[in-house]
């Protein structure tokens, strides 16, 4: 099964370029990979799951930056390179700073362009995609417009961002309440998001084997914020995929559970195709990797659109 995409070029990769951020008790680390050559390229801010880095990632990004995108990735405060103990005021609110992370990024995109160089004056900030694994998923889905949902269950503060034009949340957490395990209701009573103001395009990428601990359900919570969103939403189920879709976390790494690298080939294309299709790019990619999946003999996935 062969999804078209364009040709490769040479990438550079820029860390760490340190935002100041006085009121975080941490400065904000990211790591910017781009092309080496072109205008006008659109943007990726990408968030890391739980204990991750701006180092991880690299199948996803490497590949994104070959193929015209600059992905910005930033350091949360729950990475295991920061080693913030338990008991640190902060820990209980890492779930909206790391919110706030990705809008300090894009309120720095000046600093961060002029940080890398030969990137200034050649990106398009009319075109910025979010994009989340895990936890990660959770964050990006902030700014695309989930809510967390209050004891009460009412929704709480709108974090969206209108700067966000397309979203990807992969491997993301679904519904909360009666959903969640007595594990995850006890120490991480954020995940209880609505998905009913989730209006932003987005792509959501689940693995049909993600048995998560976090839930009473099974890997069908994965695909809820599909289900539960309004608007253009699209949803690549992945034959055979666990939490990490395949090894997208890093090159060996010790968390992959269900290596496979054609898992991680495809999802490469295809979440490049679709972030090209939702920013307003060009179209054809999209299309042809839709059709790439229904049309092909024994398929690695399925993709839904509504």
Do not use: C
Not at 85 to 113: A, F, G, M, N, Y
Not at 192 to 205: E, G, H, K
Not at 242 to 259: A, C, K, M, Q
């Amino acid at each position: 099964m062969e999804i078209n995409v364009n040709t490769s070029t040479p990438i550079i990769s820029v860390k760490p370029v340190v935002l100041p951020a006085p009121e975080r008790g941490e400065d904000l680390q990211v790591r910017v990979s781009a092309p080496a050559a072109g205008h006008d390229l659109p943007i990726i801010v990408f968030s890391h799951g739980f204990g991750s880095s701006m180092d991880g990632y690299a199948p996803l990004v490497d590949f994104w930056a070959a193929h015209g995108f600059v992905v910005i990735q930033p350091t949360h405060l729950d990475s295991r390179t920061l080693n913030l103990p338990p008991e640190d005021s902060r820990t209980p609110l890492i779930w909206r700073i790391r919110v706030d992370d990705l809008k300090r990024i894009l309120d720095q995109l000046d600093l961060i362009e002029a940080a890398v160089p030969g990137l200034s004056g050649r990106l398009d900030r009319s075109r910025i995609a979010a994009a989340g694994h895990s936890w990660g998923g959770q964050t990006v889905s902030a700014l695309l417009g989930a809510r967390v949902l209050n004891a009460d269950g009412k929704p709480g503060e709108d974090m969206s961002d209108p700067r966000i034009k397309a979203g990807l949340l992969l491997a993301t957490t679904g519904k909360g309440g009666a959903d969640l395990s007595p594990f995850a209701a006890e120490h991480f009573p954020f995940m209880n998001p609505s998905f009913a103001d989730m209006n932003t395009p987005t792509l959501v990428v689940a693995g049909d084997q993600d048995q998560s601990r976090l839930s009473t359900r099974g890997p069908d919570w994965f695909a809820d914020p599909y289900f539960l969103s309004p608007g253009s939403k699209s949803l690549l189920t992945l034959f055979g995929g666990e939490h990490s879709l395949g090894g997208i976390p890093g090159y060996n790494v010790t968390e992959t559970t269900d290596e496979n690298p054609e898992r991680v080939a495809l999802l490469q294309r295809v979440t490049w195709a679709y972030l090209r299709s939702a920013l307003g790019i060009e179209d054809s990619s999209w299309a042809a990797a839709r059709a790439a999946l229904e049309d092909g003999a024994n398929p690695l996935g399925r993709i839904d659109s509504k």
